[in-house]
Structures are given as structure tokens and as C-alpha cells.
């Protein structure tokens, strides 16, 4: 449980949420893969590729070497891909796609922390395009997410404008906290992932949420509180269902869209399967 309602008198807090595997039981960006294949940004072997880059995120997620190489790749293979196109397509399956995995346990953890007066931020190496609807659904009152930049036709360049990821995600939270005037030691934050432990150490009070076994050890060694989210639930079907409205997401930096996410795990999938030398 969460203390009390925070006192105006104060400086602001807010808390900060990862999304995928800890807000949401998947990845977020290929979650969309079948309606990135329908859209025809991927094709049918892409999608088979993606259901084992699933399992294999499901399982244990990449490290920071394999997310650097996907990152490559994927800002490579997104050139051209049509921005408005997979916001649209994001849009017309959301709900049916990303409503019925979301964490009962998170959707109460985010009921709390604005009933207690704090903003609740969404932070995530998943693409803008993906992560701010998502973050508009939860009712979060801000985005951080990865995008790539778009040029004068639409589409995108392939250029990383801004990254999501690691370190990054700390420098992020740092400038809302400059901007928005939180108290970082007063604020919250939780992650699934080891990669994440730059925005943990940001924050006075880090969870770690069904943490991968790297962040187990530090979480245990830090004696940081681990949380165990285990109910995906759709919102309608909560009592209480989210008692705060959505609003819209004000904040959104970070490097690579969605499509190009969903493509990097293809990559990454295959990565897995050919040892490297």
C-alpha cells in the first residue's frame, strides 16, 4: 500500500511505471504484430518471427549488447514505413489487443499513486506511436517514449531521434523533475528489467516488478521491495475500474517508432538462433 495523500506544501512527486512486463504482461510494440502484418508493413514470415521474439522476451528480454545491435537494425529496416498508417492501426485494435493484458495489480498501483496526489508517468523503449495511446488508456498524465524522426512526406527516415533505453530513461526522468518541479528522493518508480536500473537509482523509492533475474540480485542486495504481477484483467471488468479519466500524454521523447520496434525483436529473435562467433 501506498502513503497517504501528499501534502501541496511539498514539492510534487510522481511515479514512475515501465510498461512492458510490468504495466502490461507482453511487449507492447509486438503485441501489434498482426496489425502491422494486416497494414503490410510485415510480412507473414515476419509475424511467425515475432511470436518466438515473444517467448524469447517473455522468457528473459535482451541484454544491453543485443538492444544496442537492435537498435541498429531496426532504425535501418523502419526507413520509409508510413507514421500515420501505424498510429491508425494501433488505434482501430488497442482496445482488443492491449486492454486485456494489462496487470489488475498495476492498474491498482496506478489508482493509488494519483489518489495520493502524484502524477503517474509511463516510461518506455517502446515506440511513441505505441506507447502514448497505451499511456492514454491507463490514464497516465505523461509519455516517455522512443521515436524515430519522420520527414516532410510522413514516413520515417530512419534517423533515431531520441532512445528510451538505460541511462537515457534516467535523463528523462531528470528533465520532467527539472520542468515539472518533482521531488525525486519523494517520487516511485518500477521496472521488470536490469536495464532499467539507471531510472531506479533515479528515484527514492524503486520497485522491482516480475524482475528478470539481474535485477532479482540487485533489487535483493538493495533490499528494494519486488512485486509479483501475475493478473492481467481488462479495465471494464476491475472494481473499481480506474476511478482517474485519461488525460492526454503530454510527454514524449525517446528514439524509434513502433513498427521499427516490432521489427527489431524479429531481428533479435534471430539473433538468438546463430551463435555468435
Not at 48 to 70: C, I, N, P, S, W
Not at 92 to 107: M, S, V
Not at 182 to 190: I, S
Not at 200 to 229: K, M, Q, T
Amino acid at each position: 500500500m501506498l502513503w497517504g495523500v501528499e501534502n501541496h506544501s511539498l514539492p510534487r512527486t510522481a511515479a514512475f511505471f515501465d510498461l512492458d512486463k510490468t504495466v502490461i504482461a507482453k511487449s507492447s510494440t509486438l503485441t501489434f504484430s498482426k496489425s502491422f502484418y494486416q497494414g503490410g508493413l510485415i510480412n507473414r514470415r515476419a509475424v511467425l518471427r515475432t511470436a518466438y521474439a515473444q517467448f524469447v522476451f517473455l522468457a528473459g528480454g535482451a541484454d544491453h549488447d543485443q538492444m544496442e545491435r537492435m537498435r541498429q537494425y531496426l532504425s535501418a529496416l523502419c526507413r520509409g514505413w508510413n507514421v500515420q498508417q501505424v498510429k491508425e492501426l494501433v488505434a482501430e485494435t488497442l482496445h482488443d489487443l492491449i486492454d486485456p493484458i494489462i496487470y489488475d495489480e498495476a492498474a491498482s498501483l496506478i489508482e493509488e499513486h494519483h489518489t495520493a496526489g502524484r502524477d503517474v508517468v509511463i516510461v518506455s523503449t517502446s515506440g511513441a506511436e505505441v506507447v502514448e495511446p497505451i499511456g492514454e488508456l491507463l490514464g497516465a498524465d505523461r509519455v516517455v517514449a522512443t521515436r524515430m524522426v519522420v520527414g516532410d512526406d510522413g514516413c520515417f527516415t530512419g534517423e533515431v531521434e531520441y532512445y528510451a533505453y538505460g541511462p537515457t530513461k534516467a535523463e528523462a526522468i531528470r528533465e520532467l523533475a527539472a520542468s515539472e518541479g518533482y521531488d525525486l528522493a519523494r517520487c516511485y518508480a518500477y521496472s521488470d528489467s536490469a536495464t532499467d536500473l539507471p531510472m531506479l537509482e533515479a528515484v527514492g523509492h524503486p520497485h522491482a516488478v516480475n524482475p528478470d533475474r539481474a535485477l532479482r540480485r540487485e533489487a535483493l542486495a538493495r533490499e528494494w521491495p519486488i512485486l509479483d504481477f501475475h493478473r492481467p484483467v481488462r479495465l471494464k471488468q476491475r472494481i473499481p475500474a480506474l476511478s482517474v479519466p485519461p488525460r492526454p500524454a503530454l510527454v514524449a521523447v525517446a528514439a524509434i517508432g513502433a513498427a521499427a520496434a516490432t521489427a527489431g525483436l524479429v531481428w533479435y529473435a534471430s539473433r538468438r538462433r546463430t551463435p555468435v562467433a
